[in-house]
């Protein structure tokens, strides 16, 4: 096994910068042609007029998702080397229904508001300066977040990790919602 | 309303979803956006007031002694930045504009754009990132936090929503 290549040495810091760059320049090219610097897009979906955002969410996940099991099975990732996004239960509850309010009002999140600046939106600029904002505000009241910020650990924790089963199953199940999902979609934006 | 010449989102989905994949095989974490914004701010801070920057616990994991900003997600949001200007220009999207929703006065935009990003980048830190880092990094690699964020945001913007009918739409 060779990979994650950071994670096996294969760079250095500086190199991985410069892979951050080239990385993100794809990030952001398919963002901006998916339409997510286009804030009537972004909202869309939270007046169930434009389902871009679920869209693409959706199939982005389950292609990195069957790649990243498909590289981990065929021995050629080594998932104890990649860094799993730990889960705080109550923190990103609250933190995720703060965040769709913010996304909503705004009309951009942080990725799509670079999109959108990028794409010559001004208004997309205010938001980016607002993130800078609710930022630092939370650095300043951490002493009193800490406590919460840190309740309902559960460290590395994946679904197949949760319940016991292999991650195929999982799979197999974000596979199936993701077709009900596409279909209703499609159906609704077509006048149902 | 000039006619869109986006892609197809499955389309670009796919693209994103495979930046994504190779980002797990090349660097061992995913995407990821909020983050930079929390480290301009501690940054920013440290040049006004250096003193209160250091008083703060939180910016502590920021502020690195040598080289705070050779920080590989504001490497990455610098990619975005030039990545999403390319396609802008490539297709002609490219346009100064103040954007807002139908109807609403600039000096309310101004007010919605300000608050919804202070309620994102404080929502981030408290979520450990946000929908780069979180929703589609976490849930692509079918990590708990991912889908308990993405379920909450949609929550979220569906009440205000419903608060706000003619905000945007």
């Not at chain 1, 990979?3 to 910068?17: R, S």
Request: hydrophobic fraction near 50%.
């Amino acid at each position: 096994m060779t990979a994650p290549l950071y994670g096996y040495g294969m760079f250095g810091v500086n190199t991985g910068l410069m892979l951050a760059v080239l990385l993100g320049v794809f990030f952001g090219f398919f963002l901006e042609r998916g339409g997510l610097g286009d804030p009537h897009k972004l909202t869309g979906v939270f007046y169930l007029s434009d389902f871009t955002v679920p869209k693409v969410m959706l199939t982005a996940i389950i292609v990195a998702a069957s790649g990243l099991y498909l590289l981990s099975d065929l021995k050629l990732i080594d998932m104890n080397k990649i860094w799993i996004v730990p889960t705080y239960f109550w923190p990103q509850i609250v933190g995720g229904a703060i965040f769709g309010a913010g996304f909503v009002l705004s009309g951009y999140c942080p990725g799509t508001a670079i999109t959108g600046l990028a794409t010559g939106r001004l208004d997309a600029l205010v938001t980016m300066a607002g993130i800078a904002v609710g930022s630092l505000m939370f650095a300043v009241l951490y002493p009193y977040l800490e406590g919460f910020y840190v309740y309902s650990s559960l460290g590395r924790s994946t679904w197949q990790g949760l319940l016991g089963v292999n991650h195929w199953v999982v799979l197999a199940v974000l596979y199936a919602v993701a077709a009900v999902m596409f279909y209703m979609m499609e159906r609704f934006e077509n006048g149902g | 309303m000039q006619k869109s010449n986006f892609w197809s989102p499955y389309v670009a989905g796919a693209g994103i979803g495979l930046t994504l994949l190779a980002t797990f095989y090349i660097m061992g974490w995913g995407l990821a956006a909020s983050r930079a914004y929390a480290l301009v701010a501690a940054v920013g801070l440290k040049g006004v007031s250096p003193g209160y920057a250091g008083s703060l616990e939180y910016f502590s994991g920021y502020l690195k002694p040598e080289s705070p900003l050779k920080d590989w997600v504001l490497f990455e949001t610098m990619g975005v930045l030039t990545g999403a200007l390319a396609g802008a220009l490539l297709s002609g999207n490219f346009r100064p504009r103040f954007d807002k929703p139908a109807g609403m006065s600039p000096g309310r935009r101004l007010m919605t754009a300000t608050a919804g990003g202070i309620l994102i980048g404080f929502a981030s830190r408290l979520s450990r990132g946000c929908t780069s880092g979180v929703a589609l990094s976490g849930g692509a690699q079918l990590a708990v936090s991912g889908w308990i964020f993405v379920i909450a945001m949609f929550a979220g913007g569906f009440i205000v929503a419903a608060l706000f009918r003619r905000l945007w739409s």
